[in-house]
Nanobody, 115 residues
């Protein structure tokens, strides 16, 4: 089993920054892919960014140039630095771990961007 706990969400004004953290515990091994997803009210959950255990990253278009995903393998922690936030970034942000054939989710962290 893998447990994921997000932190770092909150309320920020448009143009501001937030950094989300996701601490993973349990049966994590080196060959996993970690990621961030988000879900806005009334919308489907969507991918934001992913990072492999070797540091290869992938971003969706709205995150490119504004968001940065990183990880600390020694701490089993993944981060999402979000800059130049916009009201449309308001959502619950979920941490995701793909470990072998299993997918795990955190409970989410609310990010609210005011205009």
């Amino acid at each position: 089993q893998v447990q994921l706990v997000e932190s770092g969400g909150g309320l920020v004004q448009a143009g501001g920054s937030l950094r989300l953290s996701c601490a993973a515990s349990g049966s994590i091994f080196s060959g996993n892919v970690m990621g961030w997803y988000r879900q806005a009210p009334g919308k489907q959950r969507e991918k934001v960014a992913t990072i492999t255990s070797t540091g290869s990253t992938n971003y969706v278009d709205f995150a490119k140039g504004r968001f940065t995903i990183s990880r600390d393998n020694a701490k089993n922690t993944v981060y999402l630095q979000m800059n130049s936030l916009k009201p449309e970034d308001t959502a619950v942000y979920y941490c995701n771990a793909l470990v072998g054939i299993f997918t795990y989710w955190g409970r989410g962290s609310q990010v609210t961007v005011s205009s």
